[in-house]
């Protein structure tokens, strides 16, 4: 491949896209899937297929999310144990998920069509992983927090069937496993510390994506026009993102996320043609309603769920405070939400 068929508009709108997204990855910690996929299908890019882009994102994310998960396996923040489960349900799903869906036809127009409505629902349910953490979180912080183990006991089996399900999500659309699986093993092992949290989703993340970006590059191949100026934007992105992080308000940039993913998710479902919003035409108009329904819908949604849990439509504990992987609180602080 000549170098210099690299250096086009396309190229350039890749690196800036894999460049900005890397960043909020870096900054939140939530999936670069669930961004980067959709970002780069309203591109156009790889032809506008499906299979291409998932294939050249997963790629990338097994270079970036290395890094990373090298980061803190040195500072021994992963457990390895809870993520050895992980990995035992998730990377043969990982492999083999790309191969299912491809038996379901042989016409890639089919396919495509296939993919992208699989995409365009994994990006929605992502969306409502982040509300439900926030909840998950209140209802502990009104049950009186939780100290935190970093050792608990590991369950097996519901482990085992979390990376399954992971697995096979992440193998066909290459969303969830930045979302999807942390917001399952906050459900499972609510003490777990936010530190070892991130560590081992990040540990049991590379070998998934690693095995998802295989077996997607063994049936579709690979687009190394699109692949490579993605990995040129994403990692340095990924890096800043991670040095600002500390300076950042990531609790407003994590809720402008899920507008985003409830956008494109809608939007993608819309354009690839899913029957219930229309066949033949794009309807930005829904897209831009969605996006409205979220940003007003979701505050007074929040507040009836306060008010089922015996505070204030408004107040403390904040949606900032609750936007942590495992937050309690003070003694002091829990017992004054209380009182409001």
């Known amino acids: ?47 506008g297929e499906a299979a291409t882009v998932v294939t050249a994102d997963l790629t990338a994310a097994a270079v970036y999310k290395t890094g990373g998960a090298a980061m803190h396996y040195k500072e021994g923040s992963p457990n390895l144990k809870l993520a050895g489960w992980l990995i035992l349900g998730s990377v043969p ?6 191969f299912l869906v491809k038996r379901l036809t042989t016409d890639p127009d089919q396919l495509d069509y296939v993919l992208k409505v699989a995409i365009g629902f994994a990006l929605l ?61 906050l459900m499972l092992y609510p003490g777990l510390s936010a530190v070892k949290l991130v560590g081992t ?41 991670a040095k600002i992080a500390p300076h950042v308000p990531q609790s407003l940039i994590r809720r402008g996320i899920v507008v985003v993913l409830a956008m494109s998710g809608e939007a993608l479902l819309d354009k690839s043609g899913w029957a219930p919003l229309g066949e033949d035409t794009y309807n930005p ?35 900032s405070e609750l936007d942590t992987w495992n937050y309690a609180g003070s003694p002091e602080q829990r017992e004054r939400e209380k009182r409001e």
């Open 1 to 47: 491949m000549d170098p210099m068929e690299l250096l086009t508009w396309t190229a350039l709108s890749v690196v800036v896209a894999g460049f900005v997204v890397g960043v909020v990855v870096g900054l939140t910690g939530m999936g670069g899937g669930a961004l980067m996929t959709p970002a780069l299908l309203f591109l156009g890019v790889g032809g």
């Open 93 to 98: 799903m990982a492999f083999i998920g790309p």
């Open 125 to 185: 349910f992502a969306a409502l992983t982040y509300a439900l953490r926030l909840y998950i979180n209140l209802k502990r912080v009104r049950a009186g927090g939780d100290p935190g183990d970093p050792d608990p006991k590991i369950r097996p089996i519901p482990t085992l069937l979390v990376g399954v399900l992971g697995g096979l999500l992440v193998g066909v659309t290459s969303v969830g496993s930045g979302s999807v699986i942390m917001i399952a093993l």
């Open 201 to 241: 989703d990040l540990v049991q993340a590379v070998p998934l994506v690693l095995a998802a970006a295989i077996s997607n590059i063994a049936i579709h191949g690979l687009d190394w026009e699109l692949t490579i100026p993605l990995i040129v934007g994403s990692v340095p992105g990924t890096l800043l993102g």
């Open 285 to 319: 108009w829904l897209t831009v309603a969605t996006g409205l329904v979220v940003v007003v819908l979701l505050p007074v949604v929040w507040g009836v769920l306060r008010r089922r849990e015996g505070l204030p439509f408004r107040g403390l504990p904040t949606v």
